[in-house]
């Protein structure tokens, strides 16, 4: 996890640096920055010779981009800088980028305009930073189109042109970038983005105005020591209720993960007992809840069915006083009736969700999901509830504190996957972690196991559980 920041943070650290170190230092240490990024990108290629295209704004981003085409232009690239608004550019920026040697083109109706994209090996979008909201004004959007066509390296200066600095929104089209070099401290719209990101501090001092951070040194902690361990009671059990005769292999999964990542003790209770057993002797399993003994978390809902046998179990379950993880068919049972997440909210208990968009939605209809961020935090303010949206950036919301993961891969998006998050999850809220950090250190987790799995040549949720510790 990485602390983030809203733009209105990032402004007030600026202005302390801007006194401090003026603006030309900023933004020459800002432009250093995106030519280092653009020059990693052009490795492979020989860098005298090779074609740097800017698009610049009219703005500092803009400046931004000038200042690093200058830094190209000196290590011998040829780099050509297409003016958005020519009415409106940094001049100093541009004064300098034309004495290094720098070429303007200005205007689309030129007709190299197609060759100019065509051939740059390196593409920097500086139309607009932090400074505008998206959707981007036609005449920028036509150039994002025209760069995102290209095979081009493409870096972003701060934020992709086009997506919303502090929500991730990107109501039109926005710049498809490979590297985003971001300056002073991660816009919060920049968690959600795919490609790789860069922090270059460039003197700004955003400690006082974290948002969203998580720490990693959290997480040995909340695995155990066995060493010492006092008996298998001793840092919490878990009990499982998932599974049908429709869906054994969720039942498998979710109590498969929880064994594999914290392997005191582990309850099922459910119709799919036996093969609990089977797959797991370390498990104890049972046929119904109510037989299922003291846990000191639960997780609800895999594979489970939507059937009244599957809402009788729910039901048992959301009245334990204990932490309670829903997922899947118990999320699409909860939609359906919301007074079950109401009478735990009443009494102050702990709840956690982790919903698919497809779940989302059904149980917050009216909460706009291009904008995950904001539709996550608001779900877990109405629903008490610690909510984890899945998905290609899992976005994890207490309401207070919000923390978007970044790691995982593709095929996480996979049958059965969401069966080990749940278990490993519901694992780690069994040790009395606080919900927030336990749910997000297990989509942390998972998505680590994800990425060794696919780095090892392997897919397929059950074998999640070897990559999990
Ligand atoms: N934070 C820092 O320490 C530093 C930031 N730098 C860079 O500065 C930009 C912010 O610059 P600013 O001049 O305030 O605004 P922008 O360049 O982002 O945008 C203004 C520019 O955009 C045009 N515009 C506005 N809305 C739209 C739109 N919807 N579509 C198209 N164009 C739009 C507007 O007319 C202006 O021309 C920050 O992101 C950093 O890159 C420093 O240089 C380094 C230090
Ligand atoms: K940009």
Redesign the pocket.
Known sequence: MISAYTVAG??RA?SV?LQRHG?TV??Y??AFAVAQAALAGLSGHLIPGSRALLLV????????ALVAGTILRRRGVAVTAFL??PK?VHEAALAQFLKAGGRVVVGMENTSVATLFGRADVIID????????????P??AALVELANATSAYKVA???PSGVHPDTGAAPGVSFAADVTVT??GVKTGLLAQPGELVLAA?G?DVSAEAVDACSLTEIPGLLGDPGTRADKYSDGVVCVVAGSTTYPGAAILCVGAAVRLRPGMVRYAGPQAAEVVRHWPEAVATGTVSGAGRSQAWVVGPGMGTDQDALDRLTVVIDKPEPVLVDADGLTLVSRHPHLLVSRQLRGRTTVLTPHEGEFARLFPDLDLSDRLTATRTAALRSHAVVVLKGSATIISDGAHTFVNRTGCGWLASAGTGDVLSGVIGSLLATGAPPLTAAAAGVFLHGLAGERLHAAGLAGASQLWDHLR
Do not use: K, S, W
């Not at 704004?57 to 931004?64: A, E, Q, R, V």
């Not at 500086?126 to 004004?137: D, F, H, Q, S």
């Open positions: 990032v402004l600026e640096a603006p900023l933004m240490r800002a704004g009219g703005g500092n981003n803009g400046g931004d958005a608004n409106q500086g139309l607009v930073g932090i400074g505008a909201t998206p959707p981007l004004r005449a920028a200066v701060d934020i300056f002073g460039v700004m």
